[in-house]
């Protein structure tokens, strides 16, 4: 078995013994669920104002708005970078 071989199973070994200890992977506390670990239950907190969810919501708005424009700028170069091509084929 060569260095980079030896690497690998490590490698993979470590990542098994860590889905293992995790129970099988990963695994999100959703808020008024109980945790498996601690036995602790995570209720929605006072914390998270009105202000802060409202200001946060506006934040995804605007990134949406903003992946928007980047599919949007890609196809463009997409189809313009084809349409390039066509004419050159043409000439």
Request: net charge positive; hydrophobic share 35%.
């Amino acid at each position: 078995m060569n260095p980079f071989e030896f690497l690998l199973l490590l490698i993979g070994m470590v990542f098994i013994f860590q889905m293992i200890k995790n129970k099988g992977g990963l695994r999100g506390n959703r808020l008024g669920q109980r945790s498996e670990r601690h036995g602790i239950i995570h209720e929605p907190s006072d914390e998270i104002s009105s202000g802060e969810t409202r200001m946060l919501r506006d934040e995804v708005r605007a990134l949406k708005e903003r992946i928007h424009v980047l599919e949007r700028i890609t196809v463009e170069k997409e189809n313009s970078l084809a349409r390039e091509i066509e004419d050159l084929r043409n000439k």
